[in-house]
């Protein structure tokens, strides 16, 4: 029984992602292959065979992988596919995008999003925006994962190295082209590996409003994130969105403020350690998720938590 | 240009979920039914495409028991011109339903497929991206835009690190995402017309698919709750909490 983990990167960088799928595959054997399939991605097999547990990576080194286009990664874990027992990604839009893909062409079920491995071929995943979890068994001989990053630690980087195999790749398929990437450049930390999150909702008004939440996370040294009325409405991108259909998040702490807390929302954050939320709604759902509640007007207890945080010498800039 | 839209009927997403005290399945005993919101983005886009003179025929499929013909109704009070329903009530897990749905692509061969990117009831993200590859398509998933254009349709994707443009090669999947429009409320009088439309009844055995699902499922449990919190009265006092107590700051 071996695990294939398909690595998310963007040919000089291996995310952070994939860290997670090799803790999750490391429940499941002791033998963990990850395949990066990339253009000249020299530091990324660097860094992939460092992770603790590894015990091979795949590289597959061709032009047709540089932007991971699904139609042409794909391929490349079809025909690996038959040496392996479960084939994994971490459920970033990298992974939904190519593995169900790469499922369909095994003839096999996918499992989306599993939060808990409960054997070899039973695992469960939140389901109805996380208001259920389903535990479902997998009667196919490969088994198709997507993993939630925030239901596993990050594997970390040690200072072993696991041998490095390189496997012949396939040609582009022609099917699409990489056109641009749009990156909402950002000094703050990611939103998915950030220890600190405070969030904005429909509550603020405006994307100019966002300079207060802004004021609170740089202070904390927390990522900014919303709510879909947030992102729908223009005030911040959009991926900055938290919840069912954004990102799914597990700070430490989480602040709410001016999000009243739908299912949705809900869905996407609602396993973060701490939760603390403002909202000048006493009756606002997001109550009762919140260690702490405060109930006012954010754009007086923004400003005033910013200059508080400065007073007690807890700012971090 | 021919298009074909698969929706989905799904509980209402306002609807309170509520699990069987047997944990065998989720309470659907007059539950609230509803379009998946995602299919309605894709049926909107459809009849946007329609209007706009790129494609003259617009199809909306959904498989599943009788039931699902209302969410056909609405798709065709919405603007498409005619509905199939592959009736079965077994389970249908995304692998059936992309064999499903290439059957019909088969027969009815059309440019574009849009699908919702998500169920929002089993969550799975799955179906648009697996009929792509059962086709050999290309596919473009979790859409905020598309620029159809001779051959090829131009994609901005919705991706974790922003927006992400590829060109895609006709015939295609794609799969929409929140931002890609906001669909319309069916008027009375599309209603009634939607009535008359025809819906034709296709069964898994016609097409010679097999559904059997893959996955069995063993529990359905609700997550555990999260204690309910404190009321702090104060900006001095949540911070004092957040450090002396959390101990997060
Ligand atoms: C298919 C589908 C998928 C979805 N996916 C997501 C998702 O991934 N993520 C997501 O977030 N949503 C999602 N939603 C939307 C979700 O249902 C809610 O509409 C959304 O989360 C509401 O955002 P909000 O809380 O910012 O806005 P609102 O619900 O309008 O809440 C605004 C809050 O701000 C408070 N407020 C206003 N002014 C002030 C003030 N001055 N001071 C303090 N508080 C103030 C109000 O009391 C209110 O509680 C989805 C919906 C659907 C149908
Ligand atoms: N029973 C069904 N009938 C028609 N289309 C479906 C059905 N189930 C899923 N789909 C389509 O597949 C999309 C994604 O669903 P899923 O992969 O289950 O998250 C939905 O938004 C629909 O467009």
Redesign the interface.
């Known amino acids: 029984m071996t695990v294939l983990i398909l690595a998310e990167h963007d040919n000089s960088e291996l995310k952070r992602a994939t860290m997670h799928s090799v803790t999750a595959a490391l429940l499941i054997s002791e033998d963990v292959h990850i395949l990066v399939a990339g253009n000249d991605a020299g530091p990324v097999v660097k860094t992939a065979s460092e992770i603790q547990g590894v015990t091979k990576v795949l590289y597959a080194n061709n032009s047709a992988y540089e932007h991971g ?3 042409n990664v ?1 391929p490349i874990l079809v025909s690996l596919g038959d040496s392996y027992s479960h084939i994994m990604a971490t459920a ?3 992974g ?10 095994l ?7 599993i939060s808990s491995i409960i054997d070899q071929e ?1 695992f469960s ?16 001989k490969i088994k198709v994962i997507t993993v939630r990053a925030t239901a596993f630690e990050a594997a970390i980087v040690g200072d072993q190295t696991a041998p490095t195999e390189e496997v012949k790749g396939n040609e582009d398929t ?11 450049a950002s000094e703050r930390p990611e939103l ?1 590996s950030a220890d ?1 999150i405070v969030s904005g909702g429909r509550g603020m008004q405006s994307g100019e409003n966002f300079v207060l939440v802004e004021a609170v996370a740089d202070r ?1 040294g927390a990522a900014i994130g919303a709510s ?1 009325a947030a ?2 409405s223009g005030f911040v ?3 900055y969105q938290v919840g ?2 954004g ?1 799914v998040v597990a700070p ?2 989480y602040l709410a403020v001016g999000i009243s807390g739908a299912i ?1 929302h809900l869905a996407g954050m ?1 396993d973060s ?4 939320a403002i909202n000048k709604d ?1 009756e606002a759902p997001i ?10 007007d954010l754009f007086k ?1 923004l400003p ?2 910013a200059e ?2 400065d007073k ?1 010498g ?1 700012s971090k800039t | 240009m021919k298009l074909l839209v698969a929706v989905k009927r799904t509980i209402d997403y306002n609807v309170k979920i509520r699990v069987k005290s047997d944990n065998t399945d989720v309470d659907m005993a007059n539950v609230k039914m509803a379009m998946n919101p995602f299919c309605e983005i894709a049926v909107e886009e459809a009849v946007r495409m329609k209007e706009s003179g790129l494609a003259e025929d617009v199809i909306a499929v959904s498989a599943g028991p009788d039931q699902v013909q209302e969410t056909l109704r609405t798709a065709l009070a919405m603007g498409a011109d005619r509905g199939i329903h592959i009736k079965t009530d077994i389970e249908l897990q995304p692998l059936a339903i992309a064999k499903l749905l290439k059957a019909i692509v088969d027969i009815e061969q059309p440019e574009v497929v849009i699908l919702g990117k998500q169920a929002i009831d089993d969550d799975s993200n799955q179906t648009g991206q697996m009929l792509a590859a059962l086709l050999n398509w290309s596919q473009a998933t979790f859409a905020s835009n598309i620029v159809l254009s001779d051959g090829n349709a131009e994609v901005t994707r919705e991706v974790d690190g922003g927006l992400e443009t590829i060109s895609v090669k006709l015939p295609a999947v794609i799969t929409t995402d929140l931002r890609l429009n906001e669909p319309r409320y069916a008027s009375l009088p599309n209603i009634m017309k939607a009535k008359k439309k025809a819906i034709d009844i296709k069964s898994p055995d016609e097409l010679s698919v097999d559904v059997e699902p893959r996955l069995i499922t063993l529990k359905v449990e609700e997550p555990p709750k999260r204690e309910s919190g404190v009321i702090v009265e104060s900006v001095t006092e949540l911070l004092d909490k957040l450090q002396n107590e959390a101990k997060v700051i």
């Open positions: 286009l699904a139609e794909a970033t839009t990298f939904k995008n190519v593995m169900p893909r790469v499922a369909a062409l003839d096999v079920a996918q499992l989306s999003d039973t995943r939140p389901t109805y925006a996380g208001n259920v979890i389903t535990t479902v068994k997998s009667t196919d022609g099917l699409s082209v990489f056109k641009k990437l749009e990156v909402s998915t600190i904390l879909r992102v729908d991108p959009n991926d069912q259909t990102k430490t702490l949705q609602k350690k701490f939760i603390a006493e109550f009762q998720v919140a260690d702490y509640g405060l109930v006012a207890v005033e938590l508080e945080l007690r807890l």
